[in-house]
């Protein structure tokens, strides 16, 4: 036990300043999936048993709460054993989701125990008075439950009882008093990196711009009335802040969402979702609807005003709306055959109105997919104790704080100005837990121009749908007296022009000669691994000259793997490719080299280069083919940006007489074979 407890320099600060708050989260995850609770729920047992450093402590913690869920959680196949408990013993101790209803008939509340598929548990006004939420979702509560047989013998008769409820809750009112005295013990930098691993992250395993996507995600818990949307790949956890670590947020997965659950019901007057929750979150955002004609725009209306009506009464709630979904293909592609909003459903999706709410998009595609290497076995806070913090900063504003120091260009419009205001104050908040910490400007400056790119590609997709008013989209920001600087959203640098940064592993710049009319041309491919075996070319009607190169490319790794990819075997792998031509040559002829580097990228998952476009056709034996104009394709690699090409050393006399600015722009990198290429084009 002692090896696992190395602790780096955040858990010793984390450990000092939030003592009896933290828990190695690495022990949130031995109980994940074991029993059937959320994440926050095992955290809050493990937060009472096990928030120490001492490893014997944390044993025999941990023996308590392995304890505790298995005999107080219900797992399937279960129900009737616990009943039977509940009836023998007179009462039992349950860890369950409670939910209720009135019922009209007797003019009473009914509990639910989903868990023990009970339906009409008997239950006190004054515990349905004193926790609302479990007439608007329920929540997770420890339950002692009686069994009555008198009522049992009754025509009709609910045996069943909740005595008494404890919500899963740790928290005190002093929290944010607590977390703000802690936080001054850590730099900026490490309190990001403790916020992280409080929500399951390891920051080691991300880099500095995946960190701050999943800092965004948590702008919704400290902010009120704050609308953010996250489309990307599946599998980057989107929903799992909404689902497993804040029991003030709740998750709808897709499907029919209803007015009456959403906002109010006008039957009995209960107050919905967004008045129960800090934060609403539609999963699967792409099959969500309403059940009524109007719900959309209901919504629509909340996330402008925060209020909704009932009959003549207008209500206030201050819940945030979230919503997610999946990218069915990649960023470009879906530029170029729509816009970044697509996803969503089709009476939100070309709605520019709608789209104007929306403080933030999160670009999702920027999160990694997820493995376990990505979750972190350090110290974080118990998720229980941060989600009340998170609660109550809800209620303060770090805008007056930084007043004055800065400025914004004329192109942002007020609605754009409240957006990004608002995630500027989540972003401080989330840092300065303190109302009275001193921001310094790269903070602040930090926190803007994330502010300003997730709003401004909110208005980019508004003016691909053609408005005219969304035309002007160059928001820039000056802090203080300093120049203005101007924030663009990376996703919008040209898809046919070769960038100066890496593309991610798998993908790769390539040029093909083509030959006949078309010329030369520059092609982007793009190889995704996943388990399996074999290439798969998902090009619809590809033509025969590109599927002859994937095919020269494929039997050139497995020919060669030792040199390319070492102890990996490629075929037990699956091997996704698409070759993108963004010219007017399209036949993907002499493709196989970029492809073959695309592959063995993507299998050893190393980025290429930024800058470099490669070119080069395979045999099947190996050897490399000549090329019959290495001077066209250089003029070429430096009408596209290019500041290095990868090309076969037998084309190294032919480029002599290239002109001066090729030369000067364009670095040649000669290789002899595939594994030389490989080896030269690695990014270090």
């Not at 102890?567 to 007017?584: F, G, K, M, N």
Request: contains cysteine.
């Amino acid at each position: 036990m002692t090896d696992r407890l190395a602790l780096d320099e955040v858990d010793e600060l984390a450990a000092r300043a939030f003592e009896g708050f933290v828990v190695k989260k690495d022990l949130a995850h031995r109980f994940k999936g074991a029993y059937p609770v959320p994440t926050y729920v095992g955290e809050f047992l493990l937060g009472r048993y096990c928030a120490t450093t001492d490893p014997d402590e944390i044993e025999e913690g941990l023996a308590v709460v392995r304890r505790l869920l298995a005999d107080r959680t219900v797992r399937a196949g279960e129900e009737e054993l616990f009943k039977s408990r509940a009836r023998e013993r007179m009462t039992i101790k349950l860890i369950d989701l409670v939910k209720a209803r009135l019922d009209a008939k007797s003019n009473s509340y009914l509990a639910e125990l989903p868990s023990l598929q009970l339906k009409d548990v008997r239950i006190s006004d004054a515990l349905v008075r004193a926790n609302e939420r479990m007439l608007t979702g329920g929540f997770y509560a420890e339950i002692d439950l009686d069994y009555d047989a008198v009522i049992a013998e009754e025509s009709g008769g609910r045996p069943f009882g909740i005595a008494t409820l404890r919500p899963i809750q740790l928290s005190t009112r002093e929290s944010v008093e607590r977390l703000a005295a802690g936080r001054a013990a850590f730099s900026t930098a490490q309190w990001k990196h403790l916020l992280l691993r409080s929500i399951g992250f390891e920051p080691a395993r991300l880099t500095p711009r995946q960190q701050d996507v999943l800092l965004l995600r948590m702008v919704p818990f400290v902010m009120r009335n704050y609308n953010l949307v996250e489309l990307g790949p599946r599998g980057t956890g989107k929903s799992h802040l909404f689902q497993q670590v804040s029991p003030y947020a709740h998750l709808i997965s897709g499907g029919k969402a209803t007015v009456a659950r959403m906002f109010v019901n006008n039957a009995t007057g209960q107050r919905g979702l967004v008045a129960q929750y800090d934060v609403v979150c539609f999963d699967e955002v792409s099959g969500v609807s309403f059940d009524q004609k109007d719900g959309v725009n209901i919504m629509k209306g909340y996330m402008e005003s925060g209020e909704f009506s009932r009959g003549r009464e207008s209500i206030r709630a201050d819940g945030s709306i979230v919503l997610v979904g999946n990218f069915d293909v990649d960023v470009s592609h879906q530029q170029r055959v729509g816009h970044l909003l697509s996803p969503l459903p089709p009476e939100m999706r070309d709605d520019t109105a709608f789209m104007d709410r929306l403080h933030a998009y999160v670009p999702g595609w920027d999160v990694p997919k997820l493995d376990p290497s990505y979750f972190t076995a350090n110290f974080g806070l118990v998720s229980d104790f941060l989600s009340e913090c998170w609660s109550r900063l809800r209620t303060q504003s770090r805008l007056t704080a930084v007043q004055g120091r800065v400025n914004y260009s004329d192109a942002l419009s007020g609605r754009d100005l409240a957006a990004v205001n608002k995630t500027v104050d989540g972003l401080l908040k989330l840092l300065y837990p303190d109302p009275e910490s001193e921001v310094p400007d790269e903070e602040l400056e930090w926190a803007v121009r994330l502010a300003l790119e997730v709003r401004r590609r909110v208005k980019e997709q508004q003016r691909r749908i053609g408005a005219a008013e969304f035309r002007n989209t160059q928001f820039g920001y000056r802090i203080g007296e300093g120049v203005e600087q101007f924030v663009a959203t990376p996703e919008l640098q040209s898809p046919d022009t070769i960038g100066l940064d890496p593309l991610p592993p798998g993908q790769v710049w390539g040029l093909s000669e083509a030959g006949g009319d078309a010329g030369p041309g520059l092609y982007r491919i793009e190889v995704n691994d996943a388990p399996g075996s074999g290439v798969r070319l998902v090009n619809q009607a590809a033509p025969a000259a590109l599927r002859e190169s994937v095919k020269l490319a494929e039997q050139n790794l497995v020919s060669g793997a030792r040199g390319l990819i070492g102890d990996r075997d490629a075929r037990e792998h699956e091997l996704t490719a698409q070759v993108r031509a963004l010219d007017a040559a399209k036949s993907g002829a002499g493709l196989a080299m970029p492809i073959l580097l695309a592959m063995a990228g993507a299998l050893l998952q190393r980025p290429l280069r930024g800058g470099l476009v490669v070119v080069g056709n395979l045999t099947l034996g190996g050897g490399v083919e000549t090329l019959l104009n290495p001077a066209a394709l250089a003029e070429l690699a430096m009408e596209k940006g290019a500041t290095a090409l990868l090309l076969p050393v037998s084309a190294r006399r032919a480029l002599v007489d290239v002109s001066d600015e090729v030369a000067t722009k364009v670095a040649f990198v000669y290789y002899t074979d595939a594994r030389d290429a490989l080896l030269k084009a690695l990014d270090e």
